[in-house]
């Protein structure tokens, strides 16, 4: 897992599995935020529905790390992931 730097600001770089599963361990100080509208991200509405698991229309750092934990407990050739 590493940090780069995009402008005045450093970002995570999840590049595979293992970078993502490094993503629950993170404190929550890393976290730019711990919840965000849904509104605010640019993807598939019917992804951000399944992210935003307690349908309140805001997607919180917590059903990020869920998500994580679903995708690698139901994908079973983690190399896929990138």
């Given amino acids: 897992m590493r940090f780069t730097q995009y402008g005045r600001t450093?970002?995570?770089?999840?590049?595979?599995?293992?970078?993502?599963?490094?993503?629950?361990?993170?404190?929550?100080?890393?976290?730019?935020?711990?919840?965000?509208?849904?509104?605010?991200?640019?993807?598939?509405?019917?992804?951000?529905a399944l992210v935003d698991t307690d349908g309140n229309g805001r997607i919180t750092s917590d059903e990020v790390k869920g998500a994580i934990r679903w995708l690698l407990n139901h994908v079973s050739d983690r190399s896929v992931i990138t």
């Fill in 10 to 48: 450093y970002q995570l770089a999840i590049e595979n599995a293992d970078d993502l599963q490094s993503v629950l361990d993170l404190d929550a100080a890393h976290w730019v935020a711990t919840s965000a509208p849904v509104t605010a991200f640019r993807c598939d509405p019917r992804f951000l």
